[in-house]
């Protein structure tokens, strides 16, 4: 990817949070269509063309930012948030146009499945109405849905811009534990194991819900007490939807290394036949798994 694009998604990150009303913010005003260089970004630029949801830079395979709104007139409700102030996403549905005969279609198709496949994170605006748009930092895209909708998670740079040790020292750091920081990067390396998860199989290990917005990319050795190299290791995950996470995650289940459920004591019968737990259930493992399930066992199963 080009060092210019680079820098104006590093610019979507410092600017993350600022409501910007007019165009000249987003792409210069209207003599010059044009942002002049600054510190982020080398050359003239924009951030967005806002003509439409997708914005491709001219010549480009990929996707450099993403107009989403909430408008029914477009392609509906496009942004799951995270909380109530609408500042933070959990999730962007980003749909192509769904006309067959639209002529971006293709185009936005294949320029969303370049980003996809080549971890490159986009852009996200949020147009609250006409002229009124709040930058919402970065997002990566980690799935594509049988409906046609590419699922965006959050995606931070600020991550990357630590070196390795920094960041042990980081997230190690008590204090800083609970800051931004932290939760930025642990939202960062949570979006890349989903999509190292996905690339294996795309349903929960148990039950095999399939939906991907759904799916949570569980870690068996939690992302606190795990190495950097951990904490991305595909074998430490498993891909559950958001039930059996949360028996997994508090500890109510976990696998012996034949991949064999073990259940709390803890639940009662009627619960464990509302979620689906049997006693003969069984995951298929790897050899890699074993070493984090032994420590699943001994530090998180509630016996
Ligand atoms: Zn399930």
């Given at each position: 990817?080009?060092?210019?694009?680079?820098?104006?998604?590093?610019?979507?990150?410092?600017?993350?949070?600022?409501?910007?009303?007019?165009?000249?913010?987003?792409?210069?005003?209207?003599?010059?269509?044009?942002?002049?260089?600054?510190?982020?970004?080398s050359e003239a630029h924009i951030l967005h063309n806002l003509v439409r949801g997708f914005y491709k830079p001219a010549g480009k395979p990929y996707i450099l930012s993403y107009q989403a709104t909430e408008s029914n007139k477009n392609y509906g409700k496009q942004i799951i948030w995270r909380d109530n102030n609408q500042s933070e996403f959990l999730r962007i549905e980003m749909a192509p146009p769904d006309k067959e005969n639209d002529y971006s279609k293709k185009s936005d198709i294949a320029s969303a499945r370049y980003n996809l496949k080549n971890n490159i994170p986009l852009g996200i605006l949020h147009k609250i109405k006409k002229g009124h748009n709040r930058i919402l930092?970065?997002?990566?895209?980690?799935?594509?849905?049988?409906?046609?909708?590419?699922?965006?998670?959050?995606?931070?740079?600020?991550?990357?811009?630590?070196?390795?040790?920094?960041?042990?020292?980081?997230?190690n750091d008590e204090e800083i534990n609970t800051s931004f920081v932290a939760e930025v990067v642990q939202r960062r390396g949570q979006a890349i194991f989903k999509k190292k998860l996905l690339e294996d199989s795309a349903e929960c290990a148990i039950c095999r819900m399939d939906e991907p917005s759904l799916l949570i990319a569980s870690h068996i050795k939690s992302?606190?007490?795990?190495?950097?190299?951990?904490?991305?290791?595909?074998?430490?995950?498993?891909?559950?939807?958001?039930?059996?996470?949360?028996?997994?995650?508090?500890?109510?289940i976990t696998f012996t290394d034949d991949g064999k459920v073990?259940?709390?004591?803890?639940?009662?019968?009627?619960?464990?036949?509302?979620?689906?737990?049997?006693?003969?259930l069984c995951i298929i493992l790897d050899e890699a798994h074993k070493k984090?399930?032994?420590w699943h066992r001994e530090n998180c199963f509630k016996g």
């Amino acid at each position: 990817m080009e060092l210019v694009h680079e820098g104006i998604l590093k610019k979507f990150e410092i600017l993350k949070g600022k409501l910007i009303v007019g165009k000249a913010d987003i792409k210069g005003s209207n003599s010059e269509e044009r942002l002049p260089p600054d510190e982020y970004v080398s050359e003239a630029h924009i951030l967005h063309n806002l003509v439409r949801g997708f914005y491709k830079p001219a010549g480009k395979p990929y996707i450099l930012s993403y107009q989403a709104t909430e408008s029914n007139k477009n392609y509906g409700k496009q942004i799951i948030w995270r909380d109530n102030n609408q500042s933070e996403f959990l999730r962007i549905e980003m749909a192509p146009p769904d006309k067959e005969n639209d002529y971006s279609k293709k185009s936005d198709i294949a320029s969303a499945r370049y980003n996809l496949k080549n971890n490159i994170p986009l852009g996200i605006l949020h147009k609250i109405k006409k002229g009124h748009n709040r930058i919402l930092g970065l997002g990566i895209i980690t799935s594509e849905r049988n409906d046609g909708v590419f699922v965006v998670e959050p995606f931070s740079y600020k991550g990357l811009l630590y070196p390795l040790d920094e960041l042990k020292r980081l997230i190690n750091d008590e204090e800083i534990n609970t800051s931004f920081v932290a939760e930025v990067v642990q939202r960062r390396g949570q979006a890349i194991f989903k999509k190292k998860l996905l690339e294996d199989s795309a349903e929960c290990a148990i039950c095999r819900m399939d939906e991907p917005s759904l799916l949570i990319a569980s870690h068996i050795k939690s992302w606190k007490y795990s190495s950097n190299f951990e904490r991305l290791d595909k074998y430490n995950g498993f891909l559950f939807c958001p039930n059996h996470d949360k028996l997994f995650d508090q500890g109510f289940i976990t696998f012996t290394d034949d991949g064999k459920v073990v259940i709390s004591n803890i639940l009662t019968p009627k619960t464990k036949k509302t979620l689906g737990l049997t006693e003969g259930l069984c995951i298929i493992l790897d050899e890699a798994h074993k070493k984090y399930l032994s420590w699943h066992r001994e530090n998180c199963f509630k016996g």
